[in-house]
């Protein structure tokens, strides 16, 4: 029986896969590789985190953002400049081959109990047993519309993941609805593929990063802003540094924090590219829509309570997304059944360990039980050694033997590994 599956090849699958690769887990991992950078972003789009906090992880720290763009002689900042979703993606990919050449390009469609473990079918058939599995899915399971908008159909409406080319845009009008990354640099990129752009946003404003100076920072600044992966102040210095203590914070305020936490906001990159550019609708709420000749009437709400009403020939939704269990049509029906659960994400141990023994989540499905933080690739260093060191102790108590794919690994080439 294999010792563990991981499921998921986005940045937190890659690192947890490089990690367990170093210390000599036997593993497989499945899953299409950076799959949400590569399928459901749109072309063009910047990466909202800096270019420090956007790594893959492997334990040597061997193969970051900086050293691909310095082999491929492509530009590269800390924080000064942008990184391209391309550039990302091609990193992952890069990444993939040098240090998880394993990963096999399959998807799981069912996962289910036995004994001792998990019985995974894959799409081309194979069944594969575990004792343990990992899931590191991305967001686009967990896509959110809203409920206003639900009875449209999909040519009159869908959600900024399903959308990599712009291109069938061109000469159409389009509404987009939201006020975060995603819905400033979409509608930005929509003008820029000849489509008419406007913006709906629920709040009274727009609200993007300050642009970096690249002027040294005083004492003061340093002390009352950290620097972290989740931007400055120290409420982000905590989320970044501390995850296993936010772990221990009682359970309403830990998901209130992440409720509340890091709001809707724009890259400062992109606020040129909307600011006296687009359309934009600040304070209105969506109240219905419906087909009108071909085209959708969409009727909003102001805040102070006023009406207006838009025709559009489509609206793109860019209203984030939220963990729902639910909407894991793998799962089993007795897995979900035993599935401890809160606001719809899986009730984690310290360990990442859901309360089915031997299952564990990953990335954004762990906010609400590690912080802010796994909802962005900075997290992934932090999952990969956590999970690393619980593994390790395990196995020591039960011989397990390396898979062929993997090197014989030293004692101390363990320790460096977590």
Not at 43 to 54: N, P, Q, R, T
Not at 60 to 80: A, H, N, P, S, V
Not at 316 to 345: H, M, P, Q
């Amino acid at each position: 029986m294999l010792e563990v599956a991981i499921i998921g090849a986005g940045p937190y699958g890659l690192s947890i896969a490089a990690y367990f690769r170093r210390a000599g887990i036997p593993f497989r991992i499945f899953g299409r590789p950076m799959d949400s950078w590569r399928a459901h972003m749109p072309k063009g789009m910047f990466l909202k985190s800096d270019g420090f906090a956007s790594n893959i992880y492997d334990p040597g720290g061997e193969f970051t953002l900086r050293q691909f763009c310095k082999e491929r002689g492509i530009r590269y900042g800390d924080t000064e400049n942008p990184v391209r979703v391309d550039i990302f993606t091609a990193y992952g990919l890069a990444f993939k081959d040098r240090m998880v050449p394993e990963l096999e390009d399959k998807l799981v469609v069912d996962l289910a109990r036995l004994q001792d473990g998990f019985r995974l079918q894959l799409d081309d058939g194979e069944v594969v047993n575990t004792r343990r599995i990992v899931l590191a899915v991305g967001i686009t399971h967990f896509e959110r519309l809203p409920s206003e908008l639900a009875d449209l159909p999909p040519e009159y409406l869908s959600h900024s993941s399903r959308h990599h080319d712009l291109e069938p845009f061109r000469g159409r009008n389009v509404v987009v609805i939201g006020g975060g990354a995603s819905a400033t640099d979409l509608a930005g990129l929509l003008l820029d593929a000849g489509a008419t752009a406007h913006l709906v946003v629920r709040q009274s404003r727009l609200r993007f990063h300050t642009v970096p100076s690249g002027k040294p920072r005083t004492l003061w600044q340093r002390i009352r802003h950290p620097k972290s992966g989740l931007g400055p102040g120290l409420r982000s210095y905590f989320f970044s540094n501390a995850p296993l203590l936010f772990h221990y914070l009682p359970e309403r305020l830990r998901v209130e924090a992440v409720r509340r936490s890091l709001g809707p906001s724009g890259g400062w990159f992109s606020k040129g590219k909307v600011i006296g550019r687009v359309p934009t609708l600040l304070g209105h709420q969506v109240e219905s829509a419906e087909i009108e000749q071909g085209r959708v009437r969409l009727r909003l709400r102001t805040a102070d309570g006023g009406e207006r009403e838009i025709l559009t020939d489509h609206i793109i939704a860019a209203t984030g997304y939220k963990v729902d269990l639910g909407r894991l049509s793998f799962l089993s029906a007795e897995i979900c059944a035993k599935l401890k659960a809160v606001d719809g994400t899986p009730v984690l141990s310290s360990k990442f360990e859901s309360s089915v023994p031997g299952l564990f989540f990953v990335g954004v499905a762990a906010a609400n039980s590690f912080g802010p933080l796994m909802r962005f690739a900075f997290g992934a260093e932090f999952a990969a050694r956590r999970l690393t060191r619980t593994l390790l102790k395990s196995l020591s108590r039960v011989p397990a033997t390396v898979p062929a794919a993997s090197a014989v690994i030293t004692k101390n080439e363990q320790t460096r590994a977590i």
